[in-house]
């Protein structure tokens, strides 16, 4: 018995030593997007069926499927072309064609668009 108990102790002790440590918690939701945060520091409760960080943000339990760590976080900066950018509506309307992504952005309306470059094609919002 004395055996299989020093056994455990010493195998507990070796998986403490190679845990890893994460940057980010992410949390995602029901309709597919996710929602990260900085994992220092982060704490959170449970109220009246929400999750609540210490951040301030509010999120309703029955809308999240997944919650795991991560290195990365699911913000992804973009290195833009600085020409040449084709901007669609998500309904498929030619918007125009502009000199660059920021121009692109500067020019259209509030919504959700469809930008083509050289560089690819990514969705973005304009507020």
């Not at 991560?70 to 309307?93: M, Y």
């Amino acid at each position: 018995m004395k055996r299989a108990f020093l056994l455990s102790m010493m195998l507990s002790l070796v998986l403490a030593v190679h845990a890893e440590t994460y940057d980010y918690l992410v949390l995602e939701k029901t309709d597919g997007t996710s929602v990260t945060f900085t994992a220092v520091g982060l704490s959170f409760t449970f109220s009246d069926g929400n999750l609540v960080t210490n951040e301030g943000t509010t999120l309703p339990l029955k809308e999240l499927s997944k919650m795991y760590f991560s290195n990365t976080s699911s913000i992804r900066t973009l290195d833009l072309p600085t020409s040449g950018a084709t901007a669609w509506t998500t309904t498929g309307i030619h918007m125009g064609t502009f000199n660059s992504h920021e121009e692109a952005l500067s020019h259209l309306p509030k919504g959700i668009y469809i930008i083509k470059s050289s560089a690819g094609t990514i969705k973005t919002i304009v507020k």
